[in-house]
């Protein structure tokens, strides 16, 4: 909870790295009853609220990074203008737990000619795969099958009989659309608007991305709403900040993205109740960690944990959509704007 409502002191057993030293806004996990579950430090306490030996030992600090000053205060304020408790606000933002713990330890497989020696005669095949992984490092099965144009299942079965070495490695979180801020430069010269687009875009860009401001696009179907806020989400990322593009799911179809890799050269993340877990944990933690983003995303995609944002775009911000009844109530529209005035953007 807030720390001006409800200090607490919690005591563990914790790595020496600085990147461990717990905070504000470390994510860490506790026990609560019988459970261990994910939480936020929102203080820390000079003088111990409870004897030493009375307090539980904390699990674990999170695999993340920390969340920004700015997530606090939007959690926080949040709570109050939804008279929601703080816990419910902050389970809205930890809703991918797989981001939070150690990578997945995954088996990625090397060849050596001295492990090898000369007594093993070889299929095509495995003589194949034996030539291509001796200048590649080690790589997972799939990795190394694709390489060397084999099936994964030879793969493992040559480590099995002892032809290939095995060693475990951390899965990376590798995004599949991340963002190069000079290539996003060039792409806006790309961009054909009209003249009375190229004004309303130009108004809102003068403005800056670090300062708050809302502005309305109001317009019938076809008038180029969709291709201002295109350009400024171009621009923004051109300036290496993260982008949200917030739509109702039922608009969040194949043609938008279509319709925005035409015009940016490229698909933008995507967030919403059909995501797989392992997409789910990738853009969370590219979020946490100032990653340059462009997420296109139903209502919850307000609640990634954006450490660099720099602009919220709210596409048919009258849909009913937006509004969300139950768990918390909250109007995502009015909540994009106060994340808009915490992050001053």
């Given amino acids: 909870?807030?720390?001006?409502?409800?200090?607490?002191?919690?005591?563990?057993?914790?790595?020496?790295?600085?990147?461990?030293?717990?905070?504000?806004?470390?994510?860490?996990?506790?026990?609560?009853?019988?459970?261990?579950?994910?939480?936020?430090?929102?203080?820390?306490?000079?003088?111990?609220?409870?004897?030493?030996?009375?307090?539980?030992?904390?699990?674990?600090?999170a695999n993340s990074d920390n969340l920004s000053e700015n997530i606090l205060s939007f959690l926080t304020q949040l709570s109050r203008w939804t008279l929601t408790p703080f816990g419910s606000a902050m389970k809205l933002l930890l809703n991918t737990p797989s981001a939070l713990e150690p990578p997945v330890l995954q088996t990625h497989y090397h060849f050596s000619w001295e492990t090898l020696g000369n007594k093993t005669k070889l299929s095509p095949q495995r003589k194949r795969v034996c030539s291509v992984a001796t200048d590649l490092p080690p790589l997972p099965a799939a990795d190394?099958?694709?390489?060397?144009?084999?099936?994964?299942?030879?793969?493992?079965?040559?480590?099995?009989?002892?032809?290939?070495?095995?060693?475990?490695?951390?899965?990376?979180?590798?995004?599949?659309?991340?963002?190069n801020p000079q290539k996003m430069a060039a792409a806006r010269e790309t961009l054909i608007l009209s003249d009375a687009q190229k004004q309303v875009?130009?108004?809102?860009?003068?403005?800056?991305?670090?300062?708050?401001?809302?502005?309305?696009?109001?317009?019938?179907?076809?008038?180029?709403?969709?291709?201002?806020?295109?350009?400024?989400v171009a621009r923004c990322a051109a300036d290496s900040k993260q982008c949200l593009i917030l739509l109702p799911e039922i608009a969040l179809t194949r043609g938008w993205q279509e319709r925005f890799?035409?015009?940016?050269?490229?698909?933008?993340?995507?967030?919403?109740?059909?995501?797989?877990?392992?997409?789910?944990?990738?853009?969370?933690?590219?979020?946490?960690?100032?990653?340059?983003?462009?997420?296109?995303?139903a209502r919850s995609a307000l609640f990634l944990p954006f450490s660099s944002l720099g602009l919220i775009v709210v596409d048919e911000e009258h849909d009913g959509s937006y509004k969300q009844e139950d768990y918390v109530a909250y109007q995502g529209r009015d909540m994009a704007i106060l994340r808009a005035k915490t992050h001053d953007i």
Wanted: one cysteine or more; aromatic letters at 8%.
């Fill in 1 to 61: 909870y807030p720390p001006e409502t409800h200090p607490i002191s919690i005591v563990g057993e914790y790595n020496s790295e600085p990147s461990h030293f717990i905070q504000r806004g470390t994510i860490i996990k506790v026990p609560l009853g019988t459970r261990a579950v994910w939480g936020i430090v929102m203080g820390i306490s000079e003088k111990p609220q409870t004897a030493p030996d009375k307090v539980k030992r904390a699990v674990c600090v």
């Fill in 144 to 179: 190394l099958a694709r390489e060397a144009a084999v099936s994964p299942s030879i793969i493992r079965a040559m480590a099995a009989s002892g032809q290939l070495q095995t060693t475990k490695r951390p899965r990376t979180d590798r995004m599949t659309s991340p963002i």
């Fill in 201 to 232: 875009a130009q108004g809102i860009a003068d403005v800056g991305f670090d300062s708050f401001k809302t502005h309305l696009l109001d317009g019938v179907t076809g008038s180029g709403k969709t291709e201002v806020y295109f350009d400024l």
């Fill in 261 to 297: 890799e035409r015009w940016l050269g490229f698909q933008p993340a995507v967030w919403h109740s059909s995501v797989t877990p392992a997409q789910r944990r990738r853009l969370w933690r590219a979020a946490v960690s100032g990653q340059p983003l462009i997420v296109a995303g």
